[in-house]
């Protein structure tokens, strides 16, 4: 079964930083696009952070600069480095992927930013 599993959110100050962590399970993960995006209310979703199993990434213009994505491969592991975190970043953030054709999510962390 896939399972994905985000953890670290939270509530942080503007300008400050937080590390999000998502723990894949069930698929082939040394293949696998990694992807972050995140829902606030009222808006629609984001893509916010895309790596591929090559390492090439994409992000986001609303946090390109700021955000950092990375992989740990024997942990089976992608993490979100967000740096400079501004009053419109709060939201519910989601790990997912693809395999055999299908879309997994995991359930979200949420992160909260204080003026």
């Known amino acids: 079964q896939v399972h994905l599993v985000e953890s670290g959110g939270g509530l942080v100050q503007a300008g400050g930083s937080l590390r999000l962590s998502c723990t894949a399970s069930?698929?082939?993960?040394?293949?696998?696009?990694m992807q972050w995006s995140r829902q606030a209310p009222g808006k629609q979703r984001e893509l916010v952070a895309t790596v591929t199993a090559a390492g090439i990434t994409n992000f986001a213009d609303s946090v390109k600069g700021r955000f950092t994505v990375s992989r740990s491969w024997d942990r089976s592991t992608v993490d979100l480095q967000m740096n400079n975190l501004k009053p419109e970043d709060p939201a519910v953030y989601y790990c997912?992927?693809?395999?055999?054709?299908?879309?997994?999510w995991g359930r979200g962390t949420q992160v909260t930013v204080s003026s």
């Open positions: 069930g698929v082939n993960f040394k293949i696998a696009t």
């Open positions: 997912h992927t693809d395999s055999s054709g299908k879309s997994f």
